[in-house]
């Protein structure tokens, strides 16, 4: 089905008030079996338990949403007295304008929402605009309401454009098979009876359900597809004009420069030169690229560690996700270039080719300093990027000499604990910092793992059981948790098993914990953070007084 252009429909005209926006693990009031006074959003990010709506028990499954309307009745419990919870929630109510005129405006509180009960999408990629909601303030004499109001229509218009999807009609696949006839034949000569016959509909018709769709008629379309192909193509190729005009679908090559320049306002050869392109990214960590290269995206999907103030874009998780945000976005911000990764390239160029050249920047098979070199020369900011890495090095060396006197030829060793998950990580995102910025060795067996593989690239992690720990023995012991749960874990492991008694970081007390969110960010601003945190960890004096 294609994206919708516009908004969705019951969120217009509406007004949010926002009463609460908070983070917990124990239970609330108001999950106290009290009706609730404002509609409720609920977001399960770590644990299980039971949930009863209206006395009717429901489980409750990590990254899941729940949306409630007033007077619904709530109790909500873990699965086990041991077992933590940690959940997001937000209280508010939604105003429908009634009537209006030019001294007055009438709005009715909304009682219903379209969806209710369990939300049928993940929430993983609206937890950011969860966690920025709550940071704007516990109550909403603290937030600013403006801000909070646009975090929380941006999450309830994704989660309604995700869990809603409409069954295509006869008219979206007609249409759908215009549309890929065109992203597959841009280079032939494409006429719009040809199109209309494809959908079995009249011209004049054809050409007007198109536009309703897409924002734009089929000729446009196809010259914007055509143009933005020929940017991918300069940018990524030293084609000749003429070769890459060919190409594309024109035999004249001046035609194609006129074409060209009506299109971006630039002319092919000015196009590669800009150092002032409008970006779109697709991917936080290539966000943190640009922002480190001076440049701040007209949209983007972030990540909470970065300071920067731009239209965040809720987007797909993972490849295997919905495309769930409207082409709207896009066709405003009017992009000179879309970043992505190559996972979701397929995706993204199904709803936005038209809009911009989209370019993949390769994700596994590239390393951190490889993503930023090629998207430095993409933005033609290569002597920013060439500094960059000139200053983390010479800070990275800096740290290396004060840390030979305490550290040694000492070994690190990285796991990941999140619930009943334990994960070894190499050299690449939380290992990065560690095994290439500091150059400390990794345990023999993770050695071993990594030199199977150029550094950096493919392998991330392997999977382990407890009593494997010992198989990683090291003088240095961190790990990356998630919840407070995940700390006392790897604590009570620590204490009672003889395994994990016996690492000799366990015994020398050299065991850190760091935050998996953090951590988890493969990208040069963040990177910068965690190496002066690995320092001043690596500096201080272990304890385990914890245990």
């Not at 392109?277 to 290539?286: D, H």
């Not at 840390?403 to 060793?413: E, I, N």
Request: proline share 5%.
């Amino acid at each position: 089905m294609l994206t919708p252009v516009k908004a969705n429909h019951f969120l217009k005209g509406v007004l949010y008030e926002i009463v609460e926006a908070r983070q917990d693990s124990s239970v609330p009031v108001w999950a106290k079996s009290e009706p609730l006074a404002h509609h409720m959003l609920l977001y399960i990010a770590r644990g299980k338990g039971q949930l009863y709506v209206n006395g009717q028990q429901h489980q409750l499954e990590r990254n899941t949403l729940h949306m409630h309307r007033p007077g619904t009745r709530l109790q909500l419990t873990a699965s086990n007295a041991g077992d933590e919870l940690q959940f997001y929630w937000i209280a508010f109510d939604i105003y429908r304008l009634m009537e209006k005129n030019l001294s007055r405006r009438e709005y009715m509180r909304e009682l219903e929402f379209p969806l209710q009960g369990q939300i049928a999408v993940g929430g993983s990629q609206f937890k950011r605009l969860f966690y920025l909601m709550v940071a704007e303030g516990k109550t909403v004499n603290d937030r600013n309401p403006f801000i909070s109001q646009q975090y929380l229509h941006d999450m309830l218009d994704g989660i309604l454009r995700y869990a809603e999807p409409q069954a295509p009609n006869d008219m979206d696949i007609r249409l759908k098979l215009t549309l890929d006839y065109l992203q597959n034949h841009y280079r032939e000569d494409i006429r719009i009876d040809k199109l209309a016959e494809m959908a079995e509909l009249h011209p004049s018709y054809y050409s007007q359900v198109f536009k309703q769709a897409m924002d734009k008629s089929p000729v446009v379309f196809l010259t914007h597809l055509r143009m933005n192909k020929a940017k991918e193509m300069l940018l990524q190729s030293d084609k000749a004009i003429r070769d890459i005009a060919t190409d594309v679908g024109y035999k004249d090559e001046f035609y194609f420069s006129r074409r060209f320049k009506e299109s971006s306002g630039y002319s092919p050869r000015v196009f590669t030169k800009n150092k002032d392109k409008k970006i779109i990214s697709l991917s936080s960590p290539y966000t943190d690229h640009l922002f480190t290269l001076g440049l701040i995206p007209s949209a983007a999907q972030l990540h909470r560690h970065i300071p920067l103030i731009t239209k965040g874009l809720t987007l797909p998780e993972h490849a295997r996700d919905p495309w769930g945000i409207s082409r709207e976005v896009f066709l405003s911000e009017q992009p000179d270039l879309i970043l992505c990764k190559d996972n979701v390239l397929s995706k993204a160029r199904e709803h936005i080719n038209d809009v911009a050249p989209i370019i993949a920047i390769p994700w596994v098979s590239q390393d951190m300093y490889a993503h930023l070199m090629t998207i430095a020369e993409l933005v033609n900011r290569k002597d920013e990027a060439v500094r960059w890495l000139h200053n983390h090095e010479q800070k990275a060396e800096k740290i290396r000499k004060s840390l030979r006197s305490t550290v040694g030829q000492g070994t690190v060793a990285i796991c990941v604990c999140r619930e009943s998950e334990l994960r070894m990580y190499g050299a690449r995102n939380i290992g990065h910092v560690f095994y290439r910025s500091l150059q400390l060795a990794p345990p023999e067996k993770m050695q071993k793992e990594m030199d199977r593989h150029p550094i950096g690239t493919v392998h991330n992690w392997t999977a382990i059981t407890p009593d494997e720990l010992g198989e990683y023995e090291s003088d240095f012991l961190f790990f990356a948790v998630e919840t407070e749960g995940d700390k006392r874990r790897i604590l009570d492991l620590q204490k009672n098993n003889p395994v994990w008694r016996r690492h000799a970081a366990v015994r020398n007390r050299r065991v850190y914990f760091i935050d998996w969110e953090k951590w988890m960010i493969y990208a040069p601003f963040v990177i910068n953070q965690q190496l002066e945190e690995a320092a001043s960890l690596l500096t201080q004096s272990a304890s385990l007084a914890e245990i």
